[in-house]
């Protein structure tokens, strides 16, 4: 299931990466498209890959660390935990800098958000419909079409889309 909807920011956060005269802008208001696809589950652990790109007519543009996500429709809110790696992706093992991913019309980032389905007394999690996404250092918020059953969230740092 891929739901694409335009995300824009306000000011970026004091955590942008910085730019450099080779370097792109950080991503602005307008300039990122949000996906998200269901990933196949293992071993009790259930995980969304969002993904970003550039508008067609935005001029190239940086992300870098952590999306916003929170839970949607199906139970309670839930905050993702901003986690390095975990069961389904992240940074690859050795890797703590966040990476500064250019986003333009042939490259784009990715991000897990992955949970696991049972609490910790072995009871079903509720099935969550829906996302709610933040491209990182940005303030605006989209909702992802997703279904994801957990009774926690975390989510890794964008790494470039493959």
Partial sequence: MRTSVA????????????????S?????????IVGGT?????MGH????LSFSVVD???PCTLSGYPGADSGS???????????????????????TNPVIVLDRTHGAQAVVEGVAFDDSG???????DLLVTPPNTTDT???AARIDTCRLQIHPVTAAQ
């Fill in 7 to 22: 995300a824009g920011t306000g000011e970026p956060a004091d955590n942008a990466p910085a730019q450099t005269s080779q």
């Fill in 24 to 32: 792109p802008a950080p991503c602005g208001a307008g300039q990122v």
């Fill in 38 to 42: 269901v990933m196949s589950p293992g």
């Fill in 46 to 49: 259930r995980g969304v890959r």
């Fill in 57 to 59: 007519a935005s001029p």
């Fill in 74 to 96: 199906g139970g309670p809110l839930l905050h993702a935990e901003r986690t390095p790696r975990g069961y389904l992706g992240g940074l690859p093992s050795g890797q703590d």
């Fill in 123 to 129: 009871n079903q999690c509720p099935t969550y419909t």
């Fill in 142 to 144: 989209v909702t992802v």
